[in-house]
């Protein structure tokens, strides 16, 4: 059965910091992995998106890595600002239907 | 202005009542499905939708039952059955059921028990 865990479950950092956030999933058979991010008692947006063929993507100051074969993707935030400050969710496809199985979240502040 | 809607923004369900919450969406998606969050977890999935007339039971279905007679819309019933219903509800929709598609979210209904 798929397990995906994300480490940190909380992070507080000062502005301006780089900073990785962890996830890993216990069966290497996945067809994509995706980052969410979502804002307290709101619905999620997505932010990146990495097919099993593919190692990385990035968008803006965000970069996701996936590495299929130890089962761990990281979401690197360059110069983090408080406005990223929200909870990071990570989630991996399951079976050629494509639901996704989720982790329950790094709850990132970033302080001013 | 494409999205996706949820209503109503919170619920209160009194005890043996069936409640039932809406999703409809304007993207021209194929596929729409339900998730439960709660406290602290990830989230979980109840049903799902490939297609008009056609849906799926997920991991946590037992005390939920949905329909989709129309592309656009997907309501959930939370039955009198689901003894433990207090939870974050999460519609989505992609362009179909597939490997290659990002699930899009609406801003969710939060449920509560009187």
């Known amino acids: 059965k798929q397990e995906v865990t994300q480490i940190p479950a909380a992070l507080s950092v000062p502005e301006g910091e780089n900073l990785v956030l962890n996830c890993s999933f216990t069966?290497?058979?996945?067809?994509?992995l995706q980052w969410f991010r979502q804002d307290p008692g709101k619905g999620l947006t997505s932010l990146l998106l990495i097919q099993s063929s593919q190692r990385e993507q990035t968008s803006g100051r965000l970069n996701a890595s996936l590495d299929k074969s130890s089962g761990r993707s990281t979401l690197y935030i360059a110069a983090s600002q408080p406005g990223d400050s929200a909870t990071y969710l990570c989630a991996v496809t399951r079976g050629s239907q494509g639901n996704l199985i989720f982790g329950k979240g790094t709850k990132l502040s970033v302080k001013p | 202005d494409g999205g996706i809607t949820q209503s109503p923004k919170y619920l209160f369900r009194k005890e043996g009542q069936n409640v039932t919450l809406s999703c409809e969406q304007n993207l021209n998606h194929d596929a729409m499905y339900w998730y439960r969050q709660d406290p602290g977890q990830g989230l979980r999935l109840i049903y799902y939708?490939?297609?008009?007339?056609?849906?799926q039971k997920g991991d946590i279905a037992e005390g939920y039952s949905v329909s989709r007679e129309k592309k656009e819309s997907f309501p959930l019933t939370v039955t009198s059955a689901q003894k433990n219903p207090t939870a974050f509800y999460l519609c989505?929709?992609?362009?179909?059921?597939?490997?290659?598609?990002?699930?899009?979210f609406g801003p969710g209904t939060r449920l509560l028990v009187l």
């Open positions: 069966d290497s058979a996945i067809y994509n």
């Open positions: 939708s490939q297609i008009v007339n056609d849906f």
């Open positions: 989505a929709s992609s362009i179909e059921q597939g490997i290659q598609e990002t699930q899009y």
